[in-house]
Protein backbone atom coordinates (compact mmCIF):
# COMPACT_ATOMS: atom_id res chain seq x y z
CA UNK A 1 0.00 0.00 0.00
CA UNK A 2 3.07 2.49 0.86
CA UNK A 3 3.54 2.31 -2.96
CA UNK A 4 0.38 3.99 -4.05
CA UNK A 5 2.40 7.38 -2.53
CA UNK A 6 5.81 6.79 -3.78
CA UNK A 7 4.07 6.26 -7.93
CA UNK A 8 2.85 10.33 -7.73
CA UNK A 9 6.10 11.47 -7.39
CA UNK A 10 7.69 8.97 -10.39
CA UNK A 11 4.82 9.97 -12.28
CA UNK A 12 5.56 13.39 -11.39
CA UNK A 13 9.37 13.33 -12.18
CA UNK A 14 8.87 13.30 -16.10
CA UNK A 15 8.73 16.88 -15.65
CA UNK A 16 9.48 18.01 -12.57
CA UNK A 17 12.15 17.27 -9.81
CA UNK A 18 11.28 14.38 -7.39
CA UNK A 19 8.91 15.55 -4.71
CA UNK A 20 9.68 14.19 -1.13
CA UNK A 21 7.00 12.25 0.17
CA UNK A 22 4.27 14.10 1.51
CA UNK A 23 3.46 13.61 5.42
CA UNK A 24 0.11 15.82 5.18
CA UNK A 25 -1.99 16.37 2.62
CA UNK A 26 -5.54 18.14 2.38
CA UNK A 27 -8.06 16.59 0.17
CA UNK A 28 -10.55 19.72 -0.51
CA UNK A 29 -13.42 18.18 -1.89
CA UNK A 30 -15.12 15.44 0.11
CA UNK A 31 -16.89 13.95 -2.92
CA UNK A 32 -16.48 10.06 -4.56
CA UNK A 33 -13.64 11.41 -6.10
CA UNK A 34 -11.94 13.28 -2.71
CA UNK A 35 -12.89 10.36 -0.30
CA UNK A 36 -11.47 7.77 -1.75
CA UNK A 37 -8.36 9.70 -2.49
CA UNK A 38 -8.46 10.51 0.94
CA UNK A 39 -8.88 6.39 1.68
CA UNK A 40 -5.72 6.20 -0.55
CA UNK A 41 -3.36 8.19 1.18
CA UNK A 42 -4.20 7.18 4.61
CA UNK A 43 -3.66 3.41 3.94
CA UNK A 44 -0.83 4.70 2.17
CA UNK A 45 0.65 6.33 5.71
CA UNK A 46 -0.71 10.27 5.03
CA UNK A 47 -1.86 12.56 7.46
CA UNK A 48 -4.92 13.35 5.56
CA UNK A 49 -7.85 15.90 5.81
CA UNK A 50 -10.54 16.38 4.00
CA UNK A 51 -11.81 20.22 3.62
CA UNK A 52 -15.33 20.60 2.23
CA UNK A 53 -17.37 23.16 1.68
CA UNK A 54 -20.87 21.78 2.74
CA UNK A 55 -20.69 18.25 3.81
CA UNK A 56 -19.75 15.22 2.59
CA UNK A 57 -21.51 14.28 -0.76
CA UNK A 58 -22.84 17.67 -0.93
CA UNK A 59 -22.57 17.87 -5.27
CA UNK A 60 -23.07 15.07 -7.73
CA UNK A 61 -21.85 12.28 -5.57
CA UNK A 62 -24.86 12.47 -3.74
CA UNK A 63 -27.53 12.74 -5.88
CA UNK A 64 -26.01 10.27 -9.20
CA UNK A 65 -27.48 6.83 -10.74
CA UNK A 66 -24.91 5.17 -9.08
CA UNK A 67 -24.12 2.94 -11.93
CA UNK A 68 -20.95 1.16 -11.76
CA UNK A 69 -20.72 0.03 -15.74
CA UNK A 70 -17.31 0.59 -17.38
CA UNK A 71 -18.67 -1.53 -20.36
CA UNK A 72 -20.81 1.21 -21.35
CA UNK A 73 -18.08 3.83 -20.15
CA UNK A 74 -17.09 6.00 -23.21
CA UNK A 75 -16.30 9.28 -24.10
CA UNK A 76 -19.45 11.15 -25.14
CA UNK A 77 -18.26 13.52 -28.58
CA UNK A 78 -18.74 11.44 -31.35
CA UNK A 79 -20.99 12.23 -34.86
CA UNK A 80 -24.36 10.85 -34.09
CA UNK A 81 -23.64 12.60 -30.83
CA UNK A 82 -23.38 15.77 -32.41
CA UNK A 83 -26.30 15.51 -34.80
CA UNK A 84 -28.41 14.44 -31.73
CA UNK A 85 -27.35 17.67 -29.66
CA UNK A 86 -28.32 20.39 -32.87
CA UNK A 87 -31.53 18.34 -32.91
CA UNK A 88 -32.00 18.31 -29.31
CA UNK A 89 -31.69 22.31 -29.43
CA UNK A 90 -35.15 22.58 -31.34
CA UNK A 91 -36.89 20.29 -29.01
CA UNK A 92 -38.56 21.48 -25.79
CA UNK A 93 -38.76 18.03 -24.27
CA UNK A 94 -34.95 17.35 -25.38
CA UNK A 95 -32.87 15.83 -21.96
CA UNK A 96 -30.05 18.24 -23.48
CA UNK A 97 -30.33 21.74 -22.32
CA UNK A 98 -27.85 24.38 -23.86
CA UNK A 99 -29.18 27.89 -22.89
CA UNK A 100 -28.86 30.27 -25.85
CA UNK A 101 -26.76 33.44 -24.39
CA UNK A 102 -23.65 35.11 -25.02
CA UNK A 103 -21.14 32.99 -22.93
CA UNK A 104 -17.62 32.99 -24.18
CA UNK A 105 -16.71 30.01 -21.90
CA UNK A 106 -19.44 28.32 -22.89
CA UNK A 107 -18.89 28.64 -26.63
CA UNK A 108 -15.48 27.89 -26.01
CA UNK A 109 -16.43 24.48 -24.98
CA UNK A 110 -19.09 23.90 -27.61
CA UNK A 111 -16.66 24.65 -30.33
CA UNK A 112 -13.99 22.01 -28.72
CA UNK A 113 -16.95 19.67 -27.92
CA UNK A 114 -18.34 19.75 -32.05
CA UNK A 115 -14.35 19.83 -33.36
CA UNK A 116 -13.67 16.53 -31.16
CA UNK A 117 -16.77 14.78 -32.65
CA UNK A 118 -15.16 12.53 -35.03
CA UNK A 119 -14.58 8.90 -35.45
CA UNK A 120 -10.75 9.30 -34.69
CA UNK A 121 -10.97 11.15 -32.12
CA UNK A 122 -13.70 8.99 -30.29
CA UNK A 123 -11.93 5.73 -31.16
CA UNK A 124 -8.77 7.89 -29.42
CA UNK A 125 -10.09 8.56 -26.38
CA UNK A 126 -11.66 5.47 -25.76
CA UNK A 127 -8.43 3.78 -26.36
CA UNK A 128 -7.36 5.92 -23.33
CA UNK A 129 -10.56 5.06 -21.42
CA UNK A 130 -9.59 1.48 -21.95
CA UNK A 131 -7.24 1.14 -19.14
CA UNK A 132 -8.90 3.07 -16.22
CA UNK A 133 -12.13 1.25 -17.58
CA UNK A 134 -10.58 -2.55 -17.47
CA UNK A 135 -8.88 -1.17 -13.26
CA UNK A 136 -12.35 0.19 -12.28
CA UNK A 137 -14.27 -2.46 -10.63
CA UNK A 138 -11.59 -4.26 -9.21
CA UNK A 139 -10.65 -0.28 -7.49
CA UNK A 140 -13.95 -1.35 -5.70
CA UNK A 141 -13.82 -4.65 -4.84
CA UNK A 142 -10.38 -3.13 -3.29
CA UNK A 143 -12.47 -0.62 -1.25
CA UNK A 144 -14.98 -3.55 0.14
CA UNK A 145 -12.46 -5.64 1.03
CA UNK A 146 -11.57 -2.97 3.76
CA UNK A 147 -14.58 -1.66 4.52
CA UNK A 148 -17.71 -4.40 3.77
CA UNK A 149 -19.96 -1.25 4.06
CA UNK A 150 -18.64 -0.12 0.53
CA UNK A 151 -20.25 -3.43 -1.34
CA UNK A 152 -21.74 -3.00 -4.29
CA UNK A 153 -24.97 -4.72 -6.00
CA UNK A 154 -24.36 -6.50 -9.12
CA UNK A 155 -26.51 -5.61 -12.05
CA UNK A 156 -26.38 -8.47 -14.16
CA UNK A 157 -28.10 -7.88 -16.19
CA UNK A 158 -27.66 -4.01 -16.33
CA UNK A 159 -31.05 -3.59 -18.62
CA UNK A 160 -30.64 -1.25 -21.58
CA UNK A 161 -34.83 -1.14 -22.66
CA UNK A 162 -36.29 0.18 -26.45
CA UNK A 163 -39.42 1.42 -27.41
CA UNK A 164 -38.42 -0.53 -31.14
CA UNK A 165 -36.00 -2.61 -32.69
CA UNK A 166 -34.66 0.25 -34.55
CA UNK A 167 -33.33 1.70 -31.57
CA UNK A 168 -31.74 -1.09 -29.91
CA UNK A 169 -30.21 -1.93 -33.09
CA UNK A 170 -28.65 1.66 -33.17
CA UNK A 171 -27.38 0.87 -29.41
CA UNK A 172 -25.92 -2.59 -30.52
CA UNK A 173 -23.96 -1.04 -33.00
CA UNK A 174 -22.52 1.54 -30.97
CA UNK A 175 -21.67 -1.19 -28.18
CA UNK A 176 -19.77 -3.40 -30.86
CA UNK A 177 -17.40 -0.41 -30.79
CA UNK A 178 -17.05 -0.68 -27.01
CA UNK A 179 -14.00 -2.64 -26.33
CA UNK A 180 -15.16 -2.96 -22.38
CA UNK A 181 -18.95 -3.96 -23.70
CA UNK A 182 -17.66 -6.87 -26.12
CA UNK A 183 -15.54 -8.51 -23.28
CA UNK A 184 -18.38 -7.86 -21.08
CA UNK A 185 -20.88 -9.99 -23.40
CA UNK A 186 -24.39 -8.34 -23.66
CA UNK A 187 -27.74 -10.85 -24.57
CA UNK A 188 -29.95 -9.50 -27.43
CA UNK A 189 -34.01 -9.41 -25.93
CA UNK A 190 -37.02 -8.57 -26.97
CA UNK A 191 -40.06 -7.49 -25.38
CA UNK A 192 -41.30 -10.44 -23.39
CA UNK A 193 -37.58 -11.35 -22.67
CA UNK A 194 -36.91 -7.90 -21.24
CA UNK A 195 -40.18 -8.23 -18.85
CA UNK A 196 -39.18 -11.59 -17.67
CA UNK A 197 -35.95 -10.21 -16.16
CA UNK A 198 -37.93 -6.91 -15.01
CA UNK A 199 -41.61 -7.44 -14.47
CA UNK A 200 -42.55 -3.83 -13.88
CA UNK A 201 -41.75 -2.53 -17.47
CA UNK A 202 -44.85 -2.22 -19.28
CA UNK A 203 -46.30 -3.39 -23.19
CA UNK A 204 -43.98 -0.10 -24.44
CA UNK A 205 -40.96 -2.01 -23.61
CA UNK A 206 -40.23 -3.81 -26.95
CA UNK A 207 -36.61 -4.79 -27.40
CA UNK A 208 -33.79 -5.00 -24.49
CA UNK A 209 -30.09 -5.29 -24.40
CA UNK A 210 -28.46 -7.32 -21.47
CA UNK A 211 -25.23 -5.93 -20.27
CA UNK A 212 -22.95 -8.53 -17.93
CA UNK A 213 -20.79 -7.81 -15.64
CA UNK A 214 -21.65 -4.35 -14.42
CA UNK A 215 -22.58 -3.31 -10.64
CA UNK A 216 -24.31 -0.42 -9.10
CA UNK A 217 -24.45 1.18 -5.62
CA UNK A 218 -27.09 3.24 -3.92
CA UNK A 219 -25.00 6.48 -3.53
CA UNK A 220 -26.19 8.12 -0.39
CA UNK A 221 -25.54 4.73 1.34
CA UNK A 222 -22.29 4.30 -0.21
CA UNK A 223 -21.00 8.08 0.20
CA UNK A 224 -22.32 7.46 4.10
CA UNK A 225 -20.47 4.47 4.49
CA UNK A 226 -16.79 5.77 2.65
CA UNK A 227 -16.77 8.86 4.79
CA UNK A 228 -17.20 6.37 8.06
CA UNK A 229 -14.23 4.40 6.24
CA UNK A 230 -11.99 7.44 5.80
CA UNK A 231 -12.68 8.48 9.32
CA UNK A 232 -12.27 4.89 10.80
CA UNK A 233 -8.23 5.41 8.86
CA UNK A 234 -7.79 8.55 11.67
CA UNK A 235 -8.45 11.20 8.59
CA UNK A 236 -10.17 14.22 9.96
CA UNK A 237 -13.26 15.46 7.80
CA UNK A 238 -14.07 19.40 8.19
CA UNK A 239 -17.37 20.11 6.67
CA UNK A 240 -18.52 23.92 6.34
CA UNK A 241 -14.67 24.95 4.63
CA UNK A 242 -14.87 26.59 1.71
CA UNK A 243 -11.06 26.75 0.07
CA UNK A 244 -10.35 30.16 -1.55
CA UNK A 245 -6.71 29.79 -2.34
CA UNK A 246 -4.12 27.49 -3.25
CA UNK A 247 -0.80 28.77 -2.77
CA UNK A 248 2.65 26.92 -2.83
CA UNK A 249 5.85 28.24 -1.48
CA UNK A 250 8.33 25.67 -2.81
CA UNK A 251 8.25 23.94 0.49
CA UNK A 252 4.36 23.50 1.21
CA UNK A 253 0.97 24.55 0.07
CA UNK A 254 -1.27 27.26 2.05
CA UNK A 255 -4.72 26.66 1.70
CA UNK A 256 -7.14 29.73 2.70
CA UNK A 257 -10.51 29.50 3.41
CA UNK A 258 -13.45 31.81 3.50
CA UNK A 259 -12.77 33.21 6.59
CA UNK A 260 -9.52 33.92 5.80
CA UNK A 261 -7.72 30.99 8.15
CA UNK A 262 -4.87 29.56 6.42
CA UNK A 263 -3.91 25.88 7.03
CA UNK A 264 -0.67 24.50 5.81
CA UNK A 265 0.22 21.02 4.16
CA UNK A 266 2.78 19.24 2.47
CA UNK A 267 0.38 18.65 -0.34
CA UNK A 268 -2.52 19.34 -1.61
CA UNK A 269 -5.30 17.36 -3.97
CA UNK A 270 -7.85 19.50 -5.63
CA UNK A 271 -11.09 17.52 -5.69
CA UNK A 272 -14.17 19.67 -6.28
CA UNK A 273 -15.40 18.38 -9.19
CA UNK A 274 -17.70 20.70 -11.43
CA UNK A 275 -15.34 23.63 -9.56
CA UNK A 276 -12.21 22.31 -10.29
CA UNK A 277 -11.14 25.29 -12.31
CA UNK A 278 -11.66 27.72 -9.81
CA UNK A 279 -8.37 26.20 -7.60
CA UNK A 280 -6.99 24.67 -10.07
CA UNK A 281 -6.67 26.78 -13.30
CA UNK A 282 -3.72 28.84 -10.65
CA UNK A 283 -1.70 25.75 -10.93
CA UNK A 284 -1.99 25.49 -14.99
CA UNK A 285 -4.58 23.35 -14.61
CA UNK A 286 -6.30 24.91 -17.68
CA UNK A 287 -8.51 22.04 -19.38
CA UNK A 288 -11.76 23.74 -19.42
CA UNK A 289 -13.96 21.88 -17.26
CA UNK A 290 -17.87 22.80 -17.98
CA UNK A 291 -20.66 20.78 -15.62
CA UNK A 292 -23.18 18.93 -17.62
CA UNK A 293 -25.86 18.94 -15.04
CA UNK A 294 -28.11 16.21 -14.36
CA UNK A 295 -31.13 15.89 -11.81
CA UNK A 296 -32.51 12.94 -10.32
CA UNK A 297 -35.55 12.50 -7.74
CA UNK A 298 -36.71 9.72 -5.97
CA UNK A 299 -40.34 8.00 -5.83
CA UNK A 300 -41.70 5.05 -4.17
CA UNK A 301 -43.75 2.70 -5.92
CA UNK A 302 -45.40 -0.78 -5.69
CA UNK A 303 -43.05 -2.60 -8.10
CA UNK A 304 -39.53 -1.29 -7.94
CA UNK A 305 -37.16 -2.58 -10.64
CA UNK A 306 -34.81 -4.94 -9.03
CA UNK A 307 -31.92 -3.49 -10.94
CA UNK A 308 -30.77 -0.71 -12.99
CA UNK A 309 -32.95 -0.15 -16.10
CA UNK A 310 -31.43 2.20 -18.81
CA UNK A 311 -33.64 4.09 -21.54
CA UNK A 312 -30.67 5.18 -23.52
CA UNK A 313 -33.20 7.17 -26.39
CA UNK A 314 -34.56 8.90 -23.53
CA UNK A 315 -31.32 9.11 -21.73
CA UNK A 316 -33.21 8.29 -18.62
CA UNK A 317 -31.39 5.85 -15.93
CA UNK A 318 -33.60 4.42 -13.32
CA UNK A 319 -31.31 2.41 -10.03
CA UNK A 320 -33.20 1.03 -7.21
CA UNK A 321 -32.20 2.88 -3.84
CA UNK A 322 -33.40 2.47 -0.33
CA UNK A 323 -34.36 5.67 1.21
CA UNK A 324 -35.21 4.74 5.41
CA UNK A 325 -34.83 0.99 4.89
CA UNK A 326 -37.61 1.39 2.02
CA UNK A 327 -37.55 0.12 -1.41
CA UNK A 328 -37.32 3.43 -4.18
CA UNK A 329 -36.98 4.15 -7.53
CA UNK A 330 -33.87 6.73 -8.35
CA UNK A 331 -34.86 8.27 -11.70
CA UNK A 332 -31.89 10.53 -13.39
CA UNK A 333 -30.81 12.15 -16.26
CA UNK A 334 -30.81 15.27 -18.48
CA UNK A 335 -27.76 17.31 -19.40
CA UNK A 336 -27.44 21.03 -18.99
CA UNK A 337 -24.64 22.95 -19.99
CA UNK A 338 -24.89 25.13 -17.07
CA UNK A 339 -22.96 26.63 -14.42
CA UNK A 340 -22.67 24.26 -11.32
CA UNK A 341 -24.18 26.66 -9.05
CA UNK A 342 -26.92 28.26 -11.22
CA UNK A 343 -30.79 28.18 -9.76
CA UNK A 344 -32.95 25.70 -11.66
CA UNK A 345 -33.86 26.67 -15.00
CA UNK A 346 -37.87 27.43 -15.51
CA UNK A 347 -37.05 26.48 -18.97
CA UNK A 348 -35.63 23.77 -18.77
CA UNK A 349 -37.35 22.15 -15.98
CA UNK A 350 -40.09 20.54 -16.97
CA UNK A 351 -37.30 18.56 -19.55
CA UNK A 352 -36.44 17.26 -16.73
CA UNK A 353 -35.86 13.68 -16.44
CA UNK A 354 -39.08 11.73 -16.87
CA UNK A 355 -38.99 7.95 -17.33
CA UNK A 356 -40.64 7.22 -20.12
CA UNK A 357 -43.99 5.74 -20.66
CA UNK A 358 -42.00 2.24 -20.82
CA UNK A 359 -41.11 2.19 -17.19
CA UNK A 360 -44.06 1.82 -15.18
CA UNK A 361 -43.22 0.92 -11.71
CA UNK A 362 -46.30 1.76 -10.58
CA UNK A 363 -44.91 4.76 -8.79
CA UNK A 364 -47.34 5.76 -6.10
CA UNK A 365 -45.57 9.48 -4.80
CA UNK A 366 -42.52 11.04 -5.86
CA UNK A 367 -40.72 11.62 -3.04
CA UNK A 368 -38.20 14.43 -2.73
CA UNK A 369 -34.96 12.46 -0.83
CA UNK A 370 -33.61 15.99 1.09
CA UNK A 371 -35.11 19.11 1.94
CA UNK A 372 -36.33 19.69 -1.53
CA UNK A 373 -33.23 19.51 -3.65
CA UNK A 374 -33.32 15.96 -4.66
CA UNK A 375 -34.10 16.90 -8.30
CA UNK A 376 -30.98 19.29 -8.26
CA UNK A 377 -27.46 17.85 -8.63
CA UNK A 378 -24.80 19.04 -10.62
CA UNK A 379 -23.34 16.27 -13.00
CA UNK A 380 -19.33 17.85 -13.25
CA UNK A 381 -18.95 15.02 -15.96
CA UNK A 382 -19.60 17.25 -19.22
CA UNK A 383 -16.79 15.54 -21.21
CA UNK A 384 -17.72 12.27 -20.27
C1 LIG B 1 -27.91 12.98 -12.35
C2 LIG B 1 -26.53 12.37 -12.37
C3 LIG B 1 -26.38 11.01 -12.59
C4 LIG B 1 -25.09 10.44 -12.64
N1 LIG B 1 -24.98 9.10 -12.76
C5 LIG B 1 -23.76 8.51 -12.70
C6 LIG B 1 -23.63 7.10 -12.71
O1 LIG B 1 -24.62 6.37 -12.74
N2 LIG B 1 -22.39 6.56 -12.66
C7 LIG B 1 -21.26 7.35 -12.60
O2 LIG B 1 -20.14 6.82 -12.58
N3 LIG B 1 -21.35 8.71 -12.58
C8 LIG B 1 -22.57 9.29 -12.60
N4 LIG B 1 -22.68 10.65 -12.51
C9 LIG B 1 -21.44 11.43 -12.38
C10 LIG B 1 -20.89 11.32 -10.94
O3 LIG B 1 -21.90 11.65 -10.03
C11 LIG B 1 -19.71 12.27 -10.80
O4 LIG B 1 -18.76 11.99 -11.79
C12 LIG B 1 -19.04 12.13 -9.45
O5 LIG B 1 -19.97 12.18 -8.40
C13 LIG B 1 -17.98 13.22 -9.31
O6 LIG B 1 -17.45 13.15 -8.02
P1 LIG B 1 -16.53 14.31 -7.50
O7 LIG B 1 -16.05 13.89 -6.16
O8 LIG B 1 -15.51 14.63 -8.54
O9 LIG B 1 -17.46 15.60 -7.45
P2 LIG B 1 -18.60 16.02 -6.40
O10 LIG B 1 -19.39 14.86 -5.92
O11 LIG B 1 -19.38 17.12 -7.05
O12 LIG B 1 -17.79 16.55 -5.17
C14 LIG B 1 -17.11 17.77 -5.15
C15 LIG B 1 -17.19 18.29 -3.74
O13 LIG B 1 -16.31 19.40 -3.63
C16 LIG B 1 -16.92 20.36 -2.81
N5 LIG B 1 -16.29 21.65 -3.12
C17 LIG B 1 -16.40 22.37 -4.26
N6 LIG B 1 -15.65 23.48 -4.19
C18 LIG B 1 -15.05 23.47 -2.97
C19 LIG B 1 -14.16 24.35 -2.29
N7 LIG B 1 -13.72 25.49 -2.88
N8 LIG B 1 -13.75 24.04 -1.04
C20 LIG B 1 -14.18 22.90 -0.43
N9 LIG B 1 -15.03 22.03 -1.03
C21 LIG B 1 -15.46 22.29 -2.28
C22 LIG B 1 -18.40 20.27 -3.15
O14 LIG B 1 -19.22 20.78 -2.12
C23 LIG B 1 -18.57 18.78 -3.36
O15 LIG B 1 -19.00 18.11 -2.18
C24 LIG B 1 -23.94 11.25 -12.48
C25 LIG B 1 -24.11 12.62 -12.25
C26 LIG B 1 -25.38 13.17 -12.16
C27 LIG B 1 -25.53 14.61 -11.84
Known sequence: MDDHLRRVPRAMSR????????????????????????????????TVTVLESRHVAAGASWGNAGWLT??????????????????????????????????????????????HCTDRAWARATAAYAPVNAAALDAFDELAQQ???????????????????????????????TPGAHAAGHEVLDGDEVRR?????????????????????????????????????????SEGVAVTSVRGDGEQVLLTDGTGEGRRFDAVVIATGAHLADLARAHGVHRLVQAGRGYSFTVAGEQIPTGPVYF??????????RVAGQPRLRVAGMMEFRRPDEPLDPVASPRSSQPPAACTPGSTSRTVTTSGSARARARPTGCR
Not at 37 to 43: D, G, Q
Not at 202 to 209: H, T
Open 197 to 237: IQPSLSQEARAGIALHGQRYIDPPAFMSALADAVRALGVEI
Open 312 to 321: PTQRVACTPV
Open 147 to 177: APGLAQDSADPFLMVFRSVAERDAALADLSR
Open 15 to 46: RHAPHPRPRSVAVVGGGMVGLATAWHLARGGA
Open 70 to 115: PAKTTPLPEPAVLRYGLRSLARPSSPLYVPVRADPRLLRFLAGFAR
